[in-house]
């Protein structure tokens, strides 16, 4: 019977990788990756052989079509991203709504992301929250400052490591220096970090000491 899943990949830590996941890629007609280098290497340790192809940003828009066709005529299908949940800053939206109104099911495996560990670490409030992404990068990135400004709920935030200065002086700046800020970096991995203070506090950490690796950051609501 055709079906989309959409399954999670280690954020960092190969053994976050669950039981049923290595199973459903096992047993999928075909696996979609968003970088068929980076996934190889995961397949490969886990003795997954199923076919593989690339389905990413660049693409997805021109696959989809022949994708919905393969799933109606019978096949089992496994969307992965390099790493975390499809569909959550990833490919995969697109494909799940084409196959939500195709009438296709579609199951998504429980499993690793980086936000949900880099919240619950950050020791600010999680009985409400926002999921923020990435901030646009130029375009609207001030007027949607402006109005975070006012958010009451704890807001979750990606960043990569050569623009976390500038979004922590966006913060300071926006938000105020006094706004609690919690940044985990590294997440499951050998250096896994997490900086926990204020928006000023925060910057002037990475500024002595710049960032690398994945980086989740949390800001506390407006109160």
Do not use: W
Not at 18 to 26: D, G, S
Not at 28 to 44: N, Q
Not at 185 to 201: D, F
């Amino acid at each position: 019977m055709s079906k989309l899943y959409l399954v999670p990949t280690p954020i960092g830590n190969l053994e976050d990788m669950t039981f049923r996941a290595i199973r459903v890629l096992k047993e999928v007609d075909v696996i979609l990756a968003e970088d068929t280098r980076t996934s190889g290497k995961l397949l490969k340790h886990f003795e997954i052989n199923t076919q593989m192809y690339s389905h990413h940003m660049h693409n997805e828009h021109k696959t989809i079509d022949g994708l919905i066709s393969k799933l109606q005529g019978g096949e089992t299908i496994a969307l992965i991203s390099d790493a975390g949940t499809p569909a959550i800053s990833d490919p995969g939206f697109l494909l799940t709504r084409a196959c939500v109104a195709a009438g296709i099911d579609v199951e998504c495996l429980p499993g690793a992301t980086a936000f949900v560990p880099a919240l619950v670490n950050s020791g600010l409030p999680n009985d409400k929250f926002v999921f923020e992404g990435f901030l646009p990068v130029k375009k609207g990135r001030q007027t949607r400052l402006k109005i975070l400004a006012e958010e009451t709920r704890t807001m979750i935030f990606y960043e990569s490591p050569h623009k976390l200065i500038k979004t922590l002086k966006n913060f300071a700046t926006f938000f105020g220096e006094e706004r609690s800020v919690s940044v985990s970096r590294e997440l499951s991995k050998l250096h896994e970090e997490t900086v926990r203070g204020t928006a000023i506090e925060v910057l002037q950490h990475f500024e002595k000491k710049p960032p690398k690796g994945e980086i989740v950051i949390i800001v506390g609501g407006y109160k």
